[in-house]
T-cell receptor, first 109, second 114 residues
Framework: EDQVTQSPEALRLQEGESSSLNCSYTVSGLRGLFWYRQDPGKGPEFLFT???AGEEKEKERLKATLTKKESFLHITAPKPEDSATYLC??????????FGTGTKLQVIP | NAGVTQTPKFQVLKTGQSMTLQCAQDMNHNSMYWYRQDPGMGLRLIYYSASEGTTDKGEVPNGYNVSRLNKREFSLRLESAAPSQTSVYFC?????????????FGPGTRLTVT
């Protein structure tokens, strides 16, 4: 059975304090690894797709990386507006996308 | 482009009542999905439609039915609501269900069944 585990469940950072969120996955034949951002009361917003180990993608203060067992979302010098829940999802093939439960990030000014 | 839209945003039902959640996308995507999100459980797939004219069960389909009305619209129906169906429901769309394309989500419907 495919599994996606995110850690930590919650993370509190001071503004400017860089850190990483972890997404461990057990999926046979990974087709894609997705990161989403979800603000309170809203739907998930797509951030990145990674397809193969070693791949990296960046957007502003966020950088996503992928290994054969994990993905990391690195947040550099975060700002309060980066506060949100970050979801990871792994696809094992046709209509086999498994979501993690998310990491709730709070950035304190 | 509006992306994915959902109606209503909030709904309160009594046990046994029925209702339909509406979803539409303007991205010309082939595939559409209905998820529910509950605390501590992540997003779980209820039903999906790989393309216009087809629908298939997901992980938690019991108590729900769906209709792919056309390429743009995908509705979710609760025939006889139960308190266990209290949740936040999200509609999503993607290019196709191959697993290599990201999904785009609507704003959600918050449903309470009393």
């Amino acid at each position: 059975e495919d599994q996606v585990t995110q850690s930590p469940e919650a993370l509190r950072l001071q503004e400017g304090e860089s850190s990483s969120l972890n997404c461990s996955y057990t999926v046979s034949g990974l087709r894609g690894l997705f990161w989403y951002r979800q603000d309170p009361g809203k739907g998930p917003e797509f951030l990145f797709t990674l397809y193969s180990a070693g791949e990296e993608k960046e957007k502003e203060r966020l950088k996503a990386t992928l290994t054969k067992k994990e993905s990391f979302l690195h947040i550099t010098a975060p700002k309060p507006e980066d506060s949100a829940t970050y979801l990871c999802a792994a696809s094992g093939g046709y209509q086999k996308v498994t979501f993690g439960t998310g990491t709730k990030l709070q950035v304190i000014p | 482009n509006a992306g994915v839209t959902q109606t209503p945003k909030f709904q309160v039902l009594k046990t046994g009542q029925s209702m339909t959640l509406q979803c539409a996308q303007d991205m010309n995507h082939n595939s559409m999905y209905w998820y529910r999100q509950d605390p501590g459980m992540g997003l779980r797939l209820i039903y999906y439609s790989a393309s216009e004219g087809t629908t298939d069960k997901g992980e938690v389909p019991n108590g729900y039915n769906v209709s792919r009305l056309n390429k743009r619209e995908f509705s979710l129906r609760l025939e006889s609501a139960a308190p266990s169906q209290t949740s936040v429901y999200f509609c999503a769309s993607s290019e196709n269900p191959s697993g290599i394309y990201e999904q785009y989500f609507g704003p959600g419907t918050r449903l309470t069944v009393t």
